[in-house]
């Protein structure tokens, strides 16, 4: 399905918080469709649209923190702050002899950021993420340049993250217990120990190894 960069803005894509947030770009407009994932929020219900498994899993751990209020996913940035940047990035590499480095900006189709972390004390945290840093295309690392520009030139923080930054062990554990974040969805001991998890009334190791819900019930009797 494809949409209009006019349609988008009309839809108020990039615009809201919380549930009312839309992303800019949504996973089944996305090329790579096998790697799309959409995820309910366990916290607050709202679908995310991912474009590829790591950001995801990325997201999970990001959302595992309970300073985190708001993640807002496919965040586009404003064309003429980015037009701006790339100007200055331009002239540096002019004076440098380098080539000049294009506009990621086509058809009016804004640069946007894979996740936009919102925390409680008003902080933000400007995420990209790739499967690999160090097999980064020529093309993306001016694009991820821009972007780091545009965010540490209004203050926020940005960081690049990778499938080496993600522990597996974590991301499992966390879509295991957040099932039943809900405690309507509570049914029996085991599940009621993940409710307890989900919601931080128990705090176990949940970066070590795959949680095993049996022993550890055993263990808490």
């Known amino acids: 399905m494809t949409i209009t960069e006019k349609g988008k803005k009309r839809e ?10 839309k992303p800019y770009i949504k996973a089944r407009e996305f090329n ?48 003429e702050k980015v037009e701006k940047i790339l100007k200055k990035l331009n002239d540096m590499a002019k004076e440098r002899g380098e080539a000049k480095i294009k506009s990621p900006i086509k058809g009016g189709a804004p640069l946007t950021t894979d996740m936009l972390v919102i925390y409680r004390d008003g902080r933000k945290k400007a995420v990209s993420v790739k499967y690999d840093k160090t097999n980064i295309s ?44 809900d405690e309507s969805r509570v049914f029996d001991r085991i599940s009621r120990l993940k409710h307890l998890i989900a919601t931080k009334k128990l705090v176990v190791n949940m970066e070590d190894q795959i949680l095993d819900f049996s022993k550890l019930s055993s263990d808490l009797e």
């Open 138 to 181: 020529n093309r993306d690392v001016e694009k991820l340049w821009i972007e780091r520009e545009y965010w540490i030139s209004q203050g926020v923080e940005w960081k690049l993250y990778d499938q080496s930054d993600v522990n597996r062990n974590l991301v499992n554990n966390i879509m295991l217990v957040t099932e039943f974040y």
């Open 32 to 79: 790579s469709i096998g790697t799309c994932s959409n995820f309910i929020d366990w916290k607050n219900g709202k679908q995310y649209e991912f474009l590829s498994q790591t950001e995801l899993f990325v997201f999970c751990m990001l959302r595992w923190d309970d300073d985190v209020i708001d993640i807002k996913e496919q965040y586009p940035l404003e064309n």
């Open 12 to 21: 108020g894509r990039g615009k809201g918080d919380g549930v009312e947030y």
